[in-house]
């Protein structure tokens, strides 16, 4: 603690003038007493040959023992009974310092006549008479060199020489200064402009009383970070001697690989982050003889930007909202942990206050910052789908870069193209592990309902993108109507051949099992569904299984959803694809399917490409002509009944990738239709290849127009 410069006196009657000119600001200070110092001691007419005197002081009052020259002795204390506290009031040019109660003077000395009390203050000597005086002091004066406020009492005693004897007698006058440290971390300080007539407020760095502010920032979201405690905030007004400000914004966020640094360590993901923009209420006020104009350098990690130094302004004595914007690549984000919250990146802004500038060195003014927010525009990360029977090897997520399980010799066949790399071409965070056992979609569901938000977790992000295949489409809507949990959003599904009204291929595997190929309505479908029985993700393809769930599911879909106080809709995008490349037709008129038109479909290489083929063409025939099958009893020549698979025909061939027809693919965004925002797109490609760079760029375009950054 530091007294910068020690008030002048000044007289109380021109106190209200100042008051009537400029409106006060104020700060309370607390007291804490000293020992009161004996400054001086005076003799009446007789003289000192008759009297002697002793004293000692302790904190806040003073003991003083008097002996005459015929032995009449008094003795007491002078003690001032101080307020805990003052309150300083600041004016143009002046400041003075109010009591919320008074000061009082007790003396106490026996054998003596109390004759009168002056009480020294900034105001002039105030008298009274009385053992006890209350002092309505409306200033008190400065040690400098201490600083320390102090009062000066005069207390007058008459003795008498002669005991008994009220005339015969001698005064003594005790003249006490009574001290009180000031123990608020800043003292009261005195500021005189120069430029006094002006009647500009000359600021003390200490004692600046801001008014209160205006601004409130924006709720914290995950691009959008708020620091209101901590080093560098609401401090004392601080000038350019006491240092920069330096203030930590922890971002947690993760938008892409980084560096040791947290900085981005990858450029292609600048192109899905948008520049850093810092908000920030700034108060300046002036110092004495302060005339420039109010700017504070900002620095952002020690970087100015590339294009120029940014800067913090505004007016004096006002509270002012600045924004200033900082490319990307000085920003620090969070780091990705597998299994963990991420690592944030703690981003430090540092204001230079009063920079010198022109030559000018002298301090113009100090500054105080309220609170601070950093935001940035960045894509959500997307969390990747498989389909059915593609995670049994906990190898799931390996679909997304061209992996697929042959079911024949459960290997997996990788194929020239994927989509992962696709999204990290564009620079969007993605994240392609969830693999999930073969299961009902309910099961996978409620799966999802943990996995999905813990991955959101460690990318820092309560929003994100789905990208889901095949059965994965029926999942993933199944914990978006479900499980999804509160303040978290998903801002767009798109899906890959996604089976949203079933698929009779299931079906048929499902109905092939025990039935009489023989007696069913086709002997060469029910032999060849016979050859794939179903799995334990199978029942929930089927399409009546589907119808039940489209009507419970539909209904409860978000058509948009609110996050962090925000309500955004939700993007449905559907891809379908056709295997049948070239359109190729038998002389019948039926869809033929050619060796290079199965690439990716399991069992390939596990026989001989014409039987191979032969086989996947009589697959796409059945999900083309067949819309469903059931079960019947069916009684033979013999008279034997047996079960047999009973057809329910398509009215016209419906185009397909050997799964999933064009019609079920596209069932979801047909049905939201008119409700939200949402695309169809058809590929020419099967059930493996459907997951290539163009669906890649279909989904990033989709996630894109959903967020709007680009």
């Known amino acids: 603690m530091r007294l910068r410069r020690s008030p002048e006196l000044f007289v109380p009657g021109l106190l209200l003038s100042l008051v009537a000119v400029q409106a006060v600001a104020q700060d309370t200070y607390a007291l804490a007493p000293l020992e009161p110092e004996l400054v ?5 007419a007789l003289g000192a040959p008759f009297f002697t005197y002793t004293h000692a002081a302790s904190v806040g009052s003073l003991q003083i023992s008097v002996t005459t020259n015929n032995n009449v002795t008094g003795s007491g204390t002078i003690a001032v009974v101080a307020p805990e506290s003052l309150t300083g009031v600041t004016g143009a040019t002046d400041l003075r310092f109010t009591t919320p109660q008074p000061f009082s003077v007790n003396t106490a000395l026996t054998g003596a006549r109390l004759i009168e009390i002056v009480a020294f203050t900034a105001g002039g000597p105030r008298q009274g008479e009385g053992a006890s005086l209350p002092l309505s002091l409306e200033s008190i004066a400065f040690d400098p060199n201490q600083s320390a406020g102090y009062l000066q009492v005069r207390v007058s005693f008459r003795l008498p020489i002669t005991p008994g004897s009220e005339f015969n007698s001698s005064e003594i006058r005790f003249l006490v200064r009574f001290r009180w440290q000031f123990t608020s971390d800043c003292p009261p300080e005195m500021n005189l402009s120069p430029e006094a007539s002006t009647r500009q407020r000359a600021a003390s760095p200490c004692s600046v009383n801001p008014p209160p502010n205006p601004y409130s920032p924006e709720p914290a979201t995950d691009s959008r970070f708020v620091v209101e405690t901590g080093p560098g905030l609401k401090t004392a007004c601080a000038k350019r001697s006491d240092g920069p400000l330096r203030i930590v914004i922890p971002v947690d966020r993760v938008v892409g690989e980084v560096d040791s640094q947290h900085l981005l360590s990858d450029t292609r993901s600048l192109s899905s982050v948008s520049n850093v923009t810092l908000r920030m ?18 620095r952002l990690n020690g970087n100015d930007n590339p294009d120029g130094a940014q800067y913090v302004k ?39 206050i009063d920079p010198v500038s022109g030559g000018v060195t002298k301090e113009s003014w100090c500054t105080i910052i309220d609170w601070v927010e950093l935001s ?8 990747m789908v498989h389909g059915n029977g593609q995670g049994d090897d906990g190898k799931g997520g390996e679909f997304w870069s061209g992996a697929v399980l042959d079911e024949g010799t459960g290997a997996r066949l990788q194929m020239k193209s994927n989509v992962i790399q696709s999204f990290a071409e564009a620079g969007i965070p993605f994240d392609n592990s969830i693999s999930m056992p073969t299961d ?6 409620d799966l999802l309902g943990k996995k999905i938000p813990e991955i959101a977790a460690e990318f820092g992000a309560r929003r994100v993108h789905l990208l889901a295949h095949s059965k994965g ?16 959003a998903i801002l767009s599904l798109t899906t890959l051949s996604g089976v949203h009204a079933g698929s009779s291929g299931p079906d048929y595997q499902i109905d092939a099992v025990g039935a009489s190929a023989l007696w069913s309505d086709d002997k060469t479908r029910t032999t060849i569904s016979q050859e794939f029985p179903p799995g334990k993700g199978t029942p929930s393809l089927r399409v009546s299984e589907v119808e039940r769930f489209n009507q419970k599911n539909i209904p409860l879909l978000p058509r948009q959803m609110t996050v962090d106080g925000e309500t955004l809709p939700v993007r ?52 083309g002509y067949v819309a469903r099958t059931r079960v019947e009893s069916y009684k033979t020549p013999t008279g034997t009944t047996v079960p047999v698979v009973k057809e329910t025909p398509t009215q016209v061939f419906q185009l397909n990738d050997f799964c999933v027809t064009h019609a079920s693919g596209s069932y979801l965004v047909e049905q939201l239709k008119g409700q939200v925002e949402g695309d169809i797109h058809r590929l020419k490609a099967n059930h493996s290849t459907v997951a290539t760079r163009e669906a890649a760029l279909i989904a990033i375009e989709a996630i894109r127009k959903a967020q709007r950054t680009r």
Request: hydrophobic share 40%; proline share 6%.
């Open 40 to 44: 001086e001691v005076t003799h009446g």
């Open 281 to 298: 209420p700034v108060f300046h006020a002036l110092l004495p003889g302060g005339t420039r104009r109010l700017r504070d350098r900002v």
């Open 314 to 352: 505004g007016k004096p004595g006002e509270w002012t909202l600045n924004s200033v914007t900082f490319f990307a690549t000085v920003a620090r984000f969070g780091r990705r942990i597998r299994g963990q919250k991420p690592a944030p990146g703690d981003n430090e802004l540092e204001i230079v």
């Open 376 to 383: 940035f525009g960045a894509i959500a990360p997307v969390i």
């Open 440 to 445: 009902t979609t309910e099961a996978h569901g």
């Open 473 to 488: 489409a029926l999942d993933v809507r199944d914990f978006m109507a479900r499980k999804a949990p509160a303040n978290f």
């Open 572 to 623: 449905y995008t559907n891809v379908v694809a056709d295997a049948n490349l070239d359109d190729s037709q038998s002389a019948a008129g039926n869809p033929t399917i050619s060796f290079n038109e199965t690439e990716g479909i399991p069992g390939q290489g596990s026989m001989m490409e014409t039987k191979f083929t032969l086989g996947v063409e009589q697959v796409y025939r059945i999900i």
